[in-house]
């Protein structure tokens, strides 16, 4: 099948040129990330493939159904970026990669959490100067710590049981549906209020939807417990970025880390050394000593490109031959 792949960077081409090869699709790498601008490059392709940042609302559902596209390729797991309902109208199906490595992002959120947490990053800085000072490096010890963990589906709960069984923490979790195997490790399901007021560390793993956007905001750093550690590997709009600066000047929260960012479509996968940077709360966060910033690397490994590959590439084929969609994506999904 003829594919438009936008936004493609070298490692995208390298996994899906290395798993067309049992699937033998006619692929087509674009640079441009897809909004209204670039939907003319799909000009003619029945299926085009898209990332996390790309833009899919009603106004490039349109004119993509318009220019005899019939198929929506998401190659991750999250579709909070697409207009669902504007698919279904218009006869696009949307299908994703709903898991392709769980345990990516979930060691990352650990190897995040214990970076800020140890202060590995600004350790590293200080030794490339010749530093061997301590000062300002203590941390705290994981063990015994209360942390909290909303959404225990694929990731949550891989990052739940590391902390539980790994770690040696009080987990605490928060999610509409309960994971009975958690649960028999010892981690208690909470409201998310209570798992705001009693957890120190909180690690974000619900999808976006309406009703998580924001599920972090001045209320609940409010309510939280003083010196709360945020760690956020799902979604950026799960927090708002100013309450958050502004739970960090009054000391409130104790220290972020995190993999996304609400505005990031505007800054990362490209490199912006050379450019000013017009985000002004992106810039303020990266000035706080007790913030930790990764460009939305939590799924970047061998193990999680061959997946996603394999899964975009498969969930096209199967399309193609029209058979039933697996991985198929529909406005149900969104609570
Ligand atoms: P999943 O669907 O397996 O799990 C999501 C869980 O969140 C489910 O158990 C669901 O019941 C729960 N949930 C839904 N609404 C909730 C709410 N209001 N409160 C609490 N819990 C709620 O998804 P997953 O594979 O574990 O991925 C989780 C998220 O991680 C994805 O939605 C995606 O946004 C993000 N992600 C990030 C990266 C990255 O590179 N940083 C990579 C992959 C996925």
Redesign the pocket.
Known sequence: MRVAIFGTKGYDRQFLNRANAAHGHDLHFLEPRLDESTAPLAQGFPAVCVF?NDRVDAAVLERLAAQGTRLVALR???Y?NVDLRAAARLGIAVVRV???S?H??AE?TIALLLALDRKVHRAWARVRENNFALDGLIGRNLHGRAAGV????????LVARSLRLGFGCEVLA????E?PELVAMGVSYVP?AELLERAEIVSL?????P??RH?IDADAIAKAREGLVIVN???GALIDTRALIAGLKARRIGGVAL??YEQEADLFFEDLSDEIIEDDDFQRLLTFPNVLVTG?????TQEALEGIAETTLGNIAGFEAGRPLANSVDPAMV?
């Open positions: 996390v991750c797991a999250g909070n709903p898991a392709y769980p990516a992002v990352f909303i959404g225990t589906g694929r990731i949550g709960a928060s999610d509409v549906v994971d998310p793993h619900c999808p976006l939807t009703q998580t599920i590997t799902s979604r993999d996304v939305h690397q939590a799924f970047l609570r």
